[in-house]
C-alpha cells in the first residue's frame, strides 16, 4: 500500500504562485510514475503533470511554462510549483501514484484562484 498526502493549496490571486506538495508513504519502493491531477467544478479530471522514476516530464498544454513538477526522493515527495495562475486553474488538485499495476490516488488539496 502507498499512502498519498497533499498539501499547499489555498486561495491565491490571479497572477500568483503556490506549490503543492505530495508525500508518499508505506510501500513506495519501485514507484513508477507520480502525477498531479485536478477536477474543476463540473469538469473532468484532468492530468496536469507528472514525472517519472528517472526524472523525465510532461505537461497538460494549458500548463506548460507555468507549472513545474519535481521530485525529492530523500523526502519521498513530489513537488507542483504553480506560477502565473488563473482563475481557470481553480480545481482540486490530487497526487497519483503507479506502482506496477496499481494506483494510488491521495484526497486532493484546493487551489482557488480569484480574478
Known amino acids: 500500500q502507498v499512502q498519498l498526502e497533499e498539501s499547499g493549496g489555498g486561495l491565491v490571486q490571479a497572477g500568483g504562485s503556490l506549490r503543492l506538495s505530495c508525500a508518499a508513504s508505506g510501500s513506495i519502493f519501485s514507484i513508477n510514475f507520480m502525477a498531479w491531477y485536478r477536477q474543476a467544478p463540473g469538469k473532468q479530471r484532468e492530468l496536469v503533470a507528472g514525472i517519472t522514476s528517472g526524472g523525465s516530464t510532461n505537461y497538460a498544454d494549458s500548463v506548460k511554462g507555468r507549472f513545474t513538477i519535481s521530485r525529492d526522493n530523500a523526502k519521498n515527495t513530489v513537488y507542483l510549483q504553480l506560477k502565473s495562475l488563473k482563475p481557470e486553474d481553480t480545481a482540486v488538485y490530487s497526487c497519483?501514484?503507479?506502482?506496477?499495476?496499481?494506483?494510488?490516488w491521495g484526497k486532493g488539496t484546493l487551489v482557488t484562484v480569484s480574478s
Open positions: 497519483n501514484a503507479v506502482k506496477g499495476d496499481m494506483v494510488y
